[in-house]
């Protein structure tokens, strides 16, 4: 019988999810200094300006279920292309557009 093909990343390198899982989110993430809110707007303003957009696909999800408003989240990416260029702002309000459209409707 063949073996399966891996579907995610973490999948084929199980390592990287057990750290991912045990370090950043057992163990930066309950860090008592920052609330979870703080972390995802800190998290998703360093992914947008670096224009990492899978992760911020994720991370922007997180943020809003973290108690991070749209308003919060559209007044980031504003903030952000004075800091790390229009591209990555552009970037970043593409996937808010996306995930904001219900509200316009």
């Known amino acids: 019988m063949a073996k399966e093909k891996p579907k995610t990343v973490y999948e084929l390198i199980p390592h990287l999810g057990r750290l991912r899982d045990e370090v950043v989110y057992g163990d ?45 989240m559209l007044a980031l990416i504003t903030h952000i292309a004075f800091y790390s260029g229009w591209p990555t702002a552009m ?14 409707a």
């Open 28 to 72: 930066v993430w309950e860090q008592p200094e920052l609330n979870k809110r703080d972390r995802s707007l800190i998290t998703v303003a360093a992914l947008a300006a670096l224009c990492r957009t899978d992760e911020l696909r994720l991370h922007m999800n997180r943020a809003i279920e973290n108690g991070v408003t749209k308003d919060e």
């Open 91 to 104: 970037n970043a309000g593409r996937y808010a557009l996306e995930m904001f459209a219900d509200d316009e």
